[in-house]
């Protein structure tokens, strides 16, 4: 549940990877302020029991964001449906451990895929909708991983999101002529079916908390808060910026 008032209505936001997680927190916050939201998930039933919990004007748009046909027509469908874009926010993200040695390529592919390519593909469909209406709002789901701090066993990871810090700020140079601001959200550890495996492991929760300084592992509504100010005009000087939501893990 957000604290930040923020009015949203009249615009239509798309969640990526919003059936569950983040993304679902994120979805509830952009709608519980006035957006429409269009859901979306590789998971067509958990996109669909999303959007029925948001209620009307929410609707499931499923599809796999790392395939880049199936993106033109989702964003089509989004602007068909549900009367334009305003605000895009990619979430959708996956995560391999596994020792660069012992990486299968497909591996290395997919996580590139869904983690950094899919941005360019969203970004490159909404962004001449975007521009033809005035503007709009870009938040781009990274990690503070993403800073290149190694995390063991996550190369694939941790590339893809520095990559996507990287295509956030030359996103944002660009699109800035069309009034679109882009930045990237970097959430540390954060209690989601991402973590839960290493959630399980008390010696690996400890090691965690003994490096925040808020002393507690983040929920997908802190990350929620910020993407909703992200896209609130409290934020219309702020792009090419990649902020952090960890509790203090990364201070830069
Ligand atoms: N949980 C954390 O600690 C943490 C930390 C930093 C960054 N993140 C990032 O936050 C984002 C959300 O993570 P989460 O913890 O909610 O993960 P999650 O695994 O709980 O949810 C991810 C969602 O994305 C969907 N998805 C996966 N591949 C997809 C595809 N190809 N097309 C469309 N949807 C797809 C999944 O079905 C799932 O619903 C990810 O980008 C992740 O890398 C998470």
């Given at each position: 549940?957000?604290?930040?008032?923020?009015?949203?209505?009249?615009?239509?936001?798309?969640?990526?990877?919003?059936?569950?997680?983040?993304?679902?927190?994120?979805?509830?916050?952009?709608?519980?302020?006035?957006a429409?939201?269009?859901?979306?998930?590789?998971?067509?039933?958990?996109?669909?029991?999303?959007?029925?919990?948001?209620?009307?004007?929410?609707?499931?748009?499923?599809?796999?964001?790392?395939?880049?046909?199936?993106?033109?027509?989702?964003?089509?469908?989004?602007?068909?449906?549900?009367?334009?874009?305003?605000?895009?926010?990619?979430?959708?993200?996956?995560?391999?451990?596994?020792?660069?040695?012992?990486?299968?390529?497909?591996?290395?592919q997919?996580?590139?895929?869904?983690?950094?390519?899919?941005?360019?593909?969203?970004?490159?469909?909404?962004?001449?909708?975007?521009?033809?209406?005035?503007?709009?709002?870009?938040?781009?789901?990274?990690?503070?991983?993403?800073?290149?701090?190694?995390?063991?066993?996550?190369?694939?990871?941790?590339?893809?999101?520095a990559?996507?810090?990287?295509?956030?700020?030359?996103?944002?140079?660009?699109?800035?002529?069309?009034?679109?601001?882009?930045?990237?959200?970097?959430?540390?550890?954060?209690?989601?079916?991402?973590?839960?495996?290493?959630?399980?492991?008390?010696?690996?929760?400890a090691?965690?908390?003994?490096?925040?300084?808020?002393?507690?592992?983040?929920?997908?509504?802190?990350?929620?808060?910020?993407?909703?100010?992200?896209?609130?005009?409290?934020?219309?000087?702020?792009?090419?910026?990649?902020?952090?939501?960890?509790?203090?893990?990364?201070m830069?």
């Amino acid at each position: 549940m957000s604290t930040l008032s923020v009015d949203l209505s009249g615009q239509v936001a798309l969640v990526t990877g919003a059936g569950r997680g983040i993304g679902k927190a994120i979805a509830r916050a952009l709608a519980q302020s006035g957006a429409a939201v269009a859901v979306n998930d590789i998971d067509a039933a958990s996109a669909g029991q999303a959007a029925r919990e948001l209620g009307d004007p929410a609707r499931a748009f499923p599809a796999d964001v790392s395939d880049p046909a199936a993106v033109e027509r989702m964003i089509a469908a989004v602007v068909h449906e549900m009367g334009g874009l305003h605000i895009l926010v990619n979430n959708a993200g996956i995560e391999y451990k596994t020792p660069i040695l012992e990486t299968p390529v497909e591996e290395w592919q997919e996580t590139l895929a869904v983690n950094l390519s899919a941005a360019f593909y969203t970004c490159k469909a909404a962004g001449p909708i975007m521009r033809d209406a005035g503007g709009g709002v870009i938040v781009n789901i990274a990690s503070i991983a993403g800073h290149n701090i190694p995390l063991p066993n996550r190369a694939s990871y941790v590339a893809s999101k520095a990559g996507l810090v990287g295509f956030t700020k030359e996103c944002a140079r660009e699109f800035a002529a069309y009034n679109i601001r882009v930045n990237a959200v970097c959430p540390g550890v954060i209690e989601t079916e991402m973590t839960a495996e290493s959630r399980s492991n008390p010696q690996q929760v400890a090691r965690w908390l003994a490096d925040i300084p808020q002393g507690r592992l983040g929920q997908p509504d802190d990350v929620a808060g910020l993407v909703l100010f992200l896209c609130s005009d409290g934020a219309r000087y702020l792009t090419g910026q990649a902020i952090n939501v960890d509790g203090g893990k990364v201070m830069l």
